[in-house]
């Protein structure tokens, strides 16, 4: 069964910080990029940083930009977001998805195919 799954979300202080994880089961991540998103009820997903398959290509949205750092592991199938410095607009909930190119833009997320099912963050003030 082909399978994206997040964890690492929870319930962090401003400033804080939290390393999410998008493990894969049932297929090989080696030959995708992934991006994550994020949601907040109400409100369109959001594009947060995308990572090339081989990790040499990464993109941040300005929002995240400085505080964010996405990596991968291939050997592990699973890309991270480590989140440093949270603020409380960080709070929704995220996603990790499959493309076959990500560069220097991320493109919607109807561009993604296979998505996991969310990790909630919230950022309390």
């Known amino acids: 069964q082909v399978q994206l799954v997040e964890s690492g979300g929870g319930l962090v202080q401003v400033g804080g910080s939290l390393r999410l994880s998008c493990a894969a089961s049932g297929f090989s991540l080696d030959y995708y990029a992934i991006g994550w998103f994020r949601q907040v009820p109400g409100k369109e997903r959001e594009g947060v940083s995308c990572?090339?398959?081989?990790?040499?290509?990464?993109y941040y949205a300005d929002s995240v930009k400085g505080r964010f750092t996405i990596s991968r592991d291939n050997n592990e199938n699973t890309v991270y977001l480590q989140m440093n410095a949270l603020k409380p607009g960080d709070t929704a909930n995220y996603y990790c998805?499959?493309?076959?190119?990500?560069?220097?833009?991320?493109?919607?997320?109807?561009?993604?195919?296979?998505w996991g099912q969310g990790t909630q963050v919230t950022v309390s003030s």
């Open positions: 990572i090339s398959s081989v990790g040499g290509t990464t």
């Open positions: 998805a499959t493309i076959l190119f990500c560069g220097t833009t991320m493109g919607g997320p109807g561009r993604y195919a296979s």
